[in-house]
């Protein structure tokens, strides 16, 4: 499985972003999946995930209330819609495919990764 993100780049403050994730096959219906960014400097760190029915999602404490995942099972895409963007939400956005069916919030929990995309807040 190989997964592309894309549709980062430069937002101000305050704005809204929607990044996307393919797969390189059709989506397993049996399998949750999950964002993560890392700054400059930090470690990786969860920021939602959904589970294969697209019906629970997860949000890590900082993005709550602003960043809404996804997923298109038609188009074999999960989406991450970014609002009220803050300078600190800065990173490489990066999706991966869960190995279980549920929503998960640690890194182990996941078996594929993409490649990242770049998001940048400018305040």
């Known amino acids: 499985v190989q997964l592309q993100a894309s549709g980062g780049g430069l937002v101000q403050a305050g704005g809204s972003l929607r990044i996307s994730c393919a797969s390189s096959?059709?989506?397993?219906?049996?399998?949750?999946m999950g964002w993560f960014r890392q700054a400059a400097g930090k470690e990786r760190e969860f920021v939602a995930a959904?589970?294969?029915?697209?019906?629970?999602?997860l949000y890590g404490d900082s993005v709550k209330g602003r960043f809404t995942m996804s997923r298109d099972y038609a188009k074999s895409l999960v989406y991450l819609q970014m609002n009220s963007l803050k300078p600190e939400d800065t990173a490489v956005y990066y999706c991966?495919?869960?190995?279980?069916?549920?929503?998960?919030?640690?890194?182990?929990?996941?078996?594929?990764w993409g490649q990242g995309t770049l998001v940048t807040v400018s305040s």
């Open positions: 096959r059709r989506l397993s219906s049996n399998n949750g």
């Open positions: 991966a495919q869960a190995r279980g069916s549920s929503a998960a919030t640690s890194r182990e929990s996941y078996a594929y």
């Open positions: 959904i589970d294969w029915r697209g019906v629970n999602t």
